[in-house]
């Protein structure tokens, strides 16, 4: 990152909320209060589901995977953006402004391939029941996770190098609340046309090949779920895909909508606001969703309150 005649860098300037700095306080609060449910409301359902032998399964198994990356997530974004909020010229080097946008797209791949994965498993726990404690022993699920996490961080690590190896040289203003891949790309004294495409194309290939395992998936239980004669029946198999719909509309479509869809028409506020729908409504929305709709997460919850 050294040229001649040209000043290097070393740090970029975050702007984040600043257009609003007479609410600063207020966005704090209300940011740290979302953290700290964020975080304690994914810990619980960790701790549910290893304490309470009934939750020993790969449906569980799974979702306390989705928490820990949900933790993992937050952490990434929140900390740094409170830090910010409070500071009058919020600046984040240009090294840990690389990291955080690695540990960014890494945790956001996961996250695509572990929802794809538990798509999976309630495809084969609704449509071959017989088959499902051989299809989802609990070897191949451990290995099914650690694909999801392994996939994840090497398939971003690549176009990382990349956008490390940039020159930096002009303005260091991100006009975001973290360091997110467009609008660093967009400070660069080169040309970044090619590690903007080759972005969108390995972001295209993640989002929408793990969307496609995911519709597949759900297809496939639909029609299952046709051929269920009784209404019981059916609203019970309902029951164990609803939350996971409900994830998968709210991430994929704010997801899609950032990164995949053409950036035309689009200001940074907006921007701003589809990014806020995946890093911190999302992550603070899955807790709630997965224990209010789900009886046995309610169960296991009621004997540890009793206990």
């Known amino acids: 990152m050294t040229t001649t005649n040209e000043t290097t860098v070393a740090e970029f300037i975050l702007l984040g909320f600043t257009s609003v700095k007479h609410l600063k306080l207020l966005l704090f609060i209300m940011f740290l209060f979302i953290y700290i449910v964020t975080v304690s409301g994914n810990i619980l359902i960790v701790a549910i589901v290893y304490g309470d032998a009934h939750l020993h399964t790969p449906m569980y198994f799974f979702l306390s995977n989705l928490s820990c990356?949900?933790?993992?997530?937050?952490?990434?974004i929140i900390p740094k953006m409170l830090f910010n909020i409070m500071m009058e010229n919020p600046t984040v080097p240009f090294t840990e402004c690389i990291v955080q946008l690695y540990l960014f797209g890494s945790l956001g791949s996961t996250e695509c391939f572990l929802l794809g994965?538990?798509?999976?498993?309630?495809?084969?726990?609704?449509?071959?029941?017989?088959?499902?404690?051989?299809?989802?022993a609990t070897r191949r699920?451990?290995?099914?996770?650690?694909?999801?996490?392994?996939?994840?961080?090497?398939?971003?690590f690549g176009a990382i190098v990349l956008v490390s190896q940039l020159h930096f040289c002009g303005p260091n203003k991100i006009k975001h609340f973290f360091c997110d891949l467009q609008p660093v790309l967009k400070l660069s004294c080169k040309n970044a046309y090619t590690i903007s495409t080759v972005s969108w194309i390995l972001a295209s290939t993640i989002l929408i090949g793990s969307c496609l395992l995911?519709?597949?998936?759900?297809?496939?239980?639909?029609?299952?779920?046709?051929?269920?004669?009784s209404s019981k029946g059916r609203q019970k198999a309902l029951s164990t895909c609803s939350a996971h719909i409900t994830v998968v509309v709210i991430f994929y479509g704010a997801m899609i909508s950032m990164y995949v869809s053409p950036n035309t028409g689009k200001n940074e506020e907006s921007n701003k606001i589809s990014s806020l729908l995946y890093t911190v409504v999302t992550p603070l929305m899955n807790p709630f969703i997965y224990t209010l709709r789900n009886q046995d997460v309610k169960q296991a919850l009621h004997k540890a309150i009793i206990r």
Do not use: Q
């Open 69 to 76: 990356l949900e933790i993992l997530y937050t952490s990434n």
């Open 117 to 136: 994965v538990m798509a999976y498993d309630r495809y084969v726990a609704i449509c071959k029941p017989l088959h499902y404690s051989i299809l989802m």
């Open 141 to 156: 699920s451990i290995l099914m996770s650690l694909c999801s996490w392994s996939t994840g961080f090497i398939a971003t």
């Open 214 to 229: 995911i519709l597949a998936s759900y297809v496939r239980i639909i029609l299952s779920m046709i051929r269920i004669s």
